[in-house]
């Protein structure tokens, strides 16, 4: 190849990879980026205000009572858990499954009501933190207290939530009366206290979709800014 082709061909490379920097890949990333914005986007159209928290006032796990407050400021899951080792069982693993994979996140927490407990079995409700190795009393609450107050707590508060087939409504209709002794439903609260979504903890990808609406509620972390080493030294 004469040195007059070898410049055109250096020429034309220098072109294609200059095409390649200032349009294909930067084309390329804007498309990857909006699709990630139109899947957040969609995401956070799942989530709607079915109303606030009920106020209460309940013993942890530690004797000391926890109120409403607990909720304030913080993206929460709710679970209320029952002495039925099997569903118990479903609802726990999913819980420490969440309460490990946000465990740094300052901005989320766990609640975790005893429902229908007797009073000879709130050694072994308790028991449950230790268990599920979700230990941090600020992080995760156990609430104890009389039944029909938790019960009161659920029904009134929390509700049942059923499926609404009608198209363009709400992913679910409430429900005051409990079906069973059981309470399946995990319930998402953001930070204003508000409830805003519901999942059943037997549907596999129910509970996928619980940890994206997790994530993206949790408000982003200030990031402290940098000081140049001159800066610190004054």
């Known amino acids: ?7 055109n061909s250096n020429k034309i490379i220098r072109g294609l990879g200059l095409l390649l920097f200032l349009v294909v890949l930067p084309g390329g990333s804007w498309y990857y980026l909006q699709k990630g914005l139109d899947y957040q986007k969609e ?12 106020s209460f006032q309940l013993a942890d796990t530690a004797g000391k009572l926890r109120d409403s407050s607990i909720f304030s400021g913080k993206v929460a899951v709710v679970g209320f858990v029952t002495p039925d080792e099997s569903e118990q069982a479903k609802q726990m693993e999913v819980l420490a499954k969440l ?17 229908n407990w007797p009073q000879d079995k709130n050694d072994s409700f ?25 019960q009161n707590i ?3 508060g929390f509700k049942w939530p059923s499926k609404n087939t009608e198209k363009d409504e709400k992913l679910f209709s409430l429900s005051e ?20 979504n519901y999942y059943d903890s037997r549907d596999e990808d129910r509970v996928k979709t619980m940890v ?14 940098p000081k140049l080493k001159r800066e610190q030294e004054k």
């Open 43 to 54: 995401l956070r159209s799942e989530l709607t205000e079915y109303g606030e928290v009920p």
């Open 126 to 150: 308790r028991a449950l933190r230790k268990k599920y190795k979700m230990e941090n009393p600020e992080k995760c609450f156990f609430l104890t207290g009389e039944n029909s107050n938790i």
């Open 177 to 196: 009366k409990p079906k069973n002794g059981n309470y399946p439903y995990l319930v998402l609260v953001n930070k204003d206290r508000e409830i805003i």
């Open 154 to 156: 659920l029904n009134q």
């Open 1 to 7: 190849m004469t040195e007059p082709q070898n410049r």
């Open 212 to 225: 994206e609406h997790v994530a993206i509620s949790i408000p982003l972390e200030k990031r402290k800014k």
């Open 99 to 115: 309460y490990d994979q946000f465990d740094k996140k300052d901005q989320s927490r766990i609640v975790v009501y005893g429902l």
